[in-house]
């Protein structure tokens, strides 16, 4: 099998391919309710053939393609979870769930791995080592690759390394952006709850405004990145949701503020829950308000391997039917992908989904956020090549393994 014919094969997919996108796209389910998307990613895989254990990490699927001997294993990794957020587009295969929507591509992501898994195990089996498809739940702030790693997705046989892709609006379809190491930030949850005393609005200073010393936290905060990081340290702190109070007239007893903490770095992640305490406590002590902050334990750095990095660009580069490749700057999104990073040597890459169509360029989460379907199959020709290349690389011409 020559690589150039894997495109060809991967473009006769593509009716497939958009059916299965489009079904997806009408029946959005969110982190660990994907039951019948994974029912239908399990009923294809078995119909491969392939060795198939459901329910990894709650609703997760696992299909394992053997190779003839033992030898190395890498998996490629599809999220299937969709939105909370209504779709706005109208199109034969808008959401028809009410409030729930895939604005983040994830249908295509699972699509292109089904897809990957049809055209691999048309091949036959590799002559030595593994190809594990891995499709998992809640990628969307629960954290379904940490449930999925608990389960054993990285043994049996054990998973050396591991591909995945994000559909990418921002780029041309078909080509590939890659970060070589820092992928994506770090992104943990804040909650600060800030305690004052309530009374009537026209005499503030008998009681303590938790309002107006939350109006200080919030611009407070902003000076960690400005005042007490390194400037050539990315970090970001927003606050997204803020509520306390009762009226126009009364003093709020209380707010609540909800936000993010984003890093591009390991140990700065560390550093900020002090760094936050020391801002919110400071600020709330000098008006005479209690505090407290609750820093959730959310999804660390996405870190490219460099090996895998060479491994992916060099494959892009010797395809014909590619698109190329370039070198990306970090994004400050998140992406649960970094538990597998953490575990053993991945790379991340986005693949192109826009094209000139106005449709196309909505950024994920945009409640008209939609891809153009011909990306598909680059997705479903890269990820393959990078499981075969990664499989010729570590094994010899007589199926044995290089280390
Ligand atoms: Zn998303
Ligand atoms: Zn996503």
Same mark, same amino acid.
């Given at each position: ?28 389910? =969110? ?42 294993? =890498? ?16 199109? %034969? ?48 702030? !629960? ?5 999925? =790693? ?11 390394? =591991? ?19 820092? +992928?994506? +930030? ?83 992640? %560390? ?5 936050? %305490? ?6 709330? +002590? ?24 060479? *491994? *992916? ?5 010797? !395809? ?52 153009? %379907? ?8 890269? !990820? ?6 990664? !499989? ?12």
């Amino acid at each position: 099998m020559k690589r150039a014919q894997l495109f060809q094969l991967a473009q006769q997919l593509q009716p497939k391919l958009t059916n299965w996108r489009r079904d997806f796209h009408r029946n959005p389910e =969110i982190g660990y309710e994907e039951v019948r998307t994974s029912g239908i990613v399990a009923e294809h895989l078995e119909s491969l053939g392939l060795e198939v254990i459901r329910n990894v990490g709650k609703t997760g699927v696992v299909g394992l393609l053997r190779g003839e001997t033992d030898g190395p294993t =890498i998996a490629l990794r599809a999220d299937m979870d969709a939105l909370p957020i209504q779709d706005q587009k109208s199109a %034969e295969y808008s959401s028809q769930v009410e409030g729930k929507a895939h604005l983040c591509g994830h249908d295509a992501h699972t699509t292109i791995l089904m897809g990957a898994a049809e055209l691999l195990t048309g091949l036959g089996r590799p002559k030595s080592g593994n190809i594990k498809f891995v499709f998992q739940p809640a990628e969307e702030g !629960l954290a379904g690759a940490r449930a999925m =790693i608990q389960d054993g997705v990285l043994e049996n046989p054990k998973v050396e390394a =591991i591909a995945g892709l994000h559909m990418t609006p921002g780029q041309d379809t078909g080509t590939v952006g890659v970060s070589k190491g820092v +992928a994506f +930030a770090s992104a943990d949850r804040l909650v600060i709850r800030v305690f004052g005393k309530g009374g009537h609005a026209a005499r503030p200073h008998e009681g303590i405004d938790a309002i107006a010393v939350s109006a200080q936290v919030i611009t407070a905060l902003q000076n960690i990145a400005s005042r007490l990081v390194d400037p050539l340290e990315p970090v970001v702190v927003t606050i997204g949701k803020i509520t306390g109070g009762y009226m126009g007239t009364a003093i709020a007893p209380e707010v609540e503020m909800i936000g993010t903490v984003r890093t591009l770095s390991p140990a700065l992640r %560390e550093r900020m829950p002090a760094l936050i %305490e020391q801002v919110v406590s400071g600020v709330c +002590a000098s008006f005479g308000a209690g505090h407290e902050v609750i820093y959730g334990d959310g999804y660390p750095v996405v870190v490219n391997d460099l090996g895998m990095v060479d *491994l *992916l660009t060099e494959t892009v580069d010797g !395809l014909d039917w590619a698109k190329g490749w370039s070198s990306i700057s970090p994004s400050t999104g998140g992406e649960d992908f970094a538990f597998y990073c953490e575990q053993i040597p991945g790379v991340f890459f986005r693949l192109g989904s826009g094209n000139e169509e106005e449709r196309t360029r909505y950024p994920l989460h945009h409640p008209m956020f939609d891809l153009d %379907e011909t990306a598909m199959p680059y997705g479903v020709g890269i !990820l393959s090549s990078v499981a075969l290349e990664f !499989l010729a690389r570590n094994t010899t011409s007589e199926g044995e393994r290089t280390k």
